[in-house]
């Protein structure tokens, strides 16, 4: 009997014991889950709180950074259009262009979407801006002297400018660099393969539709392009004067405007080193880049045939014969390949 309740009593304290350990767990589980729920919670209001913070902190930099782009390319404007000369002019055509926000992007920072607002606000600004200054747009002659002009032929210069900003950001990102040119290039594209049955409009990324509605004036400005590009290469490369370039290109205009009078001349390389010749070269190439890029869609390129009638009046017979500056004797061979890397782009400018 003693044995009996000895068991009872032993039961009885353990099952007193069991239901005390049982409830203290509860409770710990209990305080355990209220305690996660409520870091949880902070956490998410911690996060939150970053999430807004980073947002912020975002859109003051977008802010501040588009109030930045449009100041410098209102100045880069003003600073062209009060220039005389053609080389302040282009300087500060392609800081214009370089200032478009698309070129300052942040593949961290923002995405593809943010992207092509960036683009869109770009072309819509660009084809404003050529409505203030295009006259007659049958005239793409790359030898006025009206001022208006002057400022387009800066502008269609500049298309291809990259701001060095954008290279190093998109440097190993899926982000393409891209200029003002490939986005009007681009929308031209486009253009074409819309008339040619390809392609949904309805689909097109705005930046797209702004270049389609402005078609005419893409065209135009690319013409405009493409022949002061050329007129441009040829009045750097066919005068010994190294001095007022005012001069040079008034002298170029001249002998563009009467087809170099019909008349056999031979560039005169003497006072031009290697690399001066390499940049009349790539010159013309952007020419002939914005010449083959009309006509792959179907627009004529409406050449000027004065300046092909200069370039086909070269004698290269004497060119070769030419004396390397002072100092380039070790560069010869380099210089002789300018040379000919230059001649080659004119052969191919005069066959059309």
């Known amino acids: ?82 220039s005389e000369e053609v080389a302040p002019k282009l300087k500060h055509a392609s800081s214009f262009m370089r200032a478009l926000e698309f070129q300052i992007f942040k593949p961290e920072l923002e995405n593809q979407a943010e992207r092509e607002i960036l683009f869109n606000e770009a072309v819509a600004e660009f084809f404003k801006l050529i409505q203030e200054y295009a006259g007659n747009r049958g005239n793409v002659s790359p030898k006025s002297t009206d001022g208006k002009m002057q400022n387009l032929y800066a502008i269609s210069a500049a298309l291809h400018s990259v701001n060095a900003r954008q290279e190093l950001e998109q440097a190993g990102t899926r982000y393409p660099v891209l200029s003002l040119l490939d986005l009007i290039n681009q929308g031209l594209d486009t253009a074409r393969a819309l008339r040619e049955g390809r392609g949904n409009a309805r689909a097109l990324p705005e930046y797209v539709k702004e270049v389609i509605r402005n078609e005419q004036d893409a065209v135009y400005i690319l013409r405009i392009r493409q022949n002061f590009l050329t007129a441009y290469g040829f009045a750097l490369s066919a005068s010994p004067e190294n001095g007022n370039e005012l001069s040079l290109l008034q002298k170029g205009w001249f002998l563009i405007g009467h087809g170099r009078l019909g008349i056999d001349w031979t560039p005169v390389f003497d006072d031009r080193n290697t690399v001066q010749l390499e940049y009349f070269a790539a010159v013309l190439q952007y020419a002939l880049a914005t010449r083959d890029a009309l006509k792959a869609n179907g627009y004529d390129p409406k050449t000027d045939q004065s300046i092909l009638r200069i370039f086909k009046n070269i004698d290269w017979s004497k060119v070769e014969q030419t004396t390397p500056t002072e100092g380039e004797g070790l560069n010869l061979l380099e210089r002789r390949e300018a040379v000919e890397g230059l001649r080659s782009t004119i052969t191919r400018i005069i066959s059309g």
């Open 1 to 82: 009997m003693v044995r009996i309740q000895f068991l009872l009593k032993v039961s009885a304290l353990c099952a007193a014991s069991t239901l005390g350990l049982s409830a203290c767990l509860l409770t710990d589980m209990k305080e355990m889950h209220d305690s996660t729920v409520a870091m949880n919670e902070k956490m998410n209001h911690t996060n939150g709180g970053m999430d807004r913070t980073n947002l912020l902190v975002k859109l003051s930099y977008l802010d501040g950074r588009k109030k930045e782009a449009v100041d410098e390319r209102n100045h880069s404007l003003k600073m062209m259009e009060e």
